[in-house]
């Protein structure tokens, strides 16, 4: 999708405050917002965001990007390797 182009609807339902973004990444909203200040979220550097006054958005293409760094595993097990 080129956002450039799209809607201005769809453009806002592919970004995601802190709180949307805690969600879809599967983290506290607090483990979120303290990442942006640590510089680190689970043990690498937390996704890319952009700061609108006091408001912080992530896009989701951002967010999709930086799960994309772990392995999928079935269960913890699997770390052991």
């Not at 080129?2 to 599967?26: C, F, I, M, P």
Request: charged fraction near 25%; hydrophobic fraction near 35%; avoid cysteine.
């Amino acid at each position: 999708i080129n956002l450039k182009h799209a809607s201005r609807e769809l453009q806002a339902a592919l970004k995601l405050d802190t709180v949307g973004a805690a969600d879809y990444l599967g983290f506290a909203t607090y483990t979120l917002r303290r990442a942006r200040t640590t510089g680190k979220l689970a043990g690498v550097p937390p996704p890319k965001y952009r700061r609108m006054g006091r408001k912080i958005i992530y896009a989701k293409r951002w967010l999709d990007k930086w799960l994309a760094q772990f392995k999928p595993q079935s269960n913890t097990a699997q770390n052991s390797n």
